[in-house]
């Protein structure tokens, strides 16, 4: 009897850690396996958009509303193209769109093919220098900014000189 009750607690006791292998075996498995998998993926160049070709305008019709508009008018490969696009204003001439007030902005986080982000606002009566600003970024790739000529407009729209 005391043999059986001696074998019966080393039966149970290697049970216990057979179980215990069967629980711990998988997830130390799966651990690798995702490390290997991180790493591979890490490894390999990003092949999503391969190139992309943005177009900027500033427009206006003369009715007191100024526009600044971002065309994707192509983009080879699949490609996430975030946009940024705002117009800028100023009384005085400036060379630079950051000495400039900024008077509206739009984004969109994906820009599709074909697809124009726009962003309108009010002349506002009087004779002003304006620019377009647009900022892009194309999947993990660093922003990109392109600025259009400042041109001088008069307070309905119309371009002065």
Request: aromatic share 8%; hydrophobic share 40%; glycine share 6%.
């Amino acid at each position: 009897m005391l043999k059986s009750k001696k074998l019966l607690q080393i039966n149970v006791a290697l049970l216990v850690m057979l179980c215990i292998v069967a629980l711990i075996l998988p997830l130390a498995g799966n651990k690798a396996q995702a490390e290997t998998l991180s790493e591979t993926q890490s490894d390999q160049p990003d092949t999503r958009g391969i190139f992309t070709k943005l177009t900027l305008t500033l427009d206006s019709a003369g009715d007191g509303y100024i526009t600044a508009s971002v065309r994707n008018d192509f983009t080879l490969g699949y490609s996430t193209i975030q946009v940024v696009v705002e117009i800028y204003a100023s009384n005085e001439f400036c060379e630079n769109y950051q000495d400039m007030v900024r008077m509206a902005r739009k984004t969109t986080l994906d820009l599709d093919i074909y697809d124009t982000l726009s962003v309108t606002c009010a002349v506002g009566g009087q004779p002003r220098y304006w620019c377009a600003l647009m900022k892009y970024k194309q999947d993990q790739k660093d922003w990109e900014t392109k600025v259009t000529s400042i041109v001088y407009l008069d307070g309905m729209g119309n371009k002065l000189g």
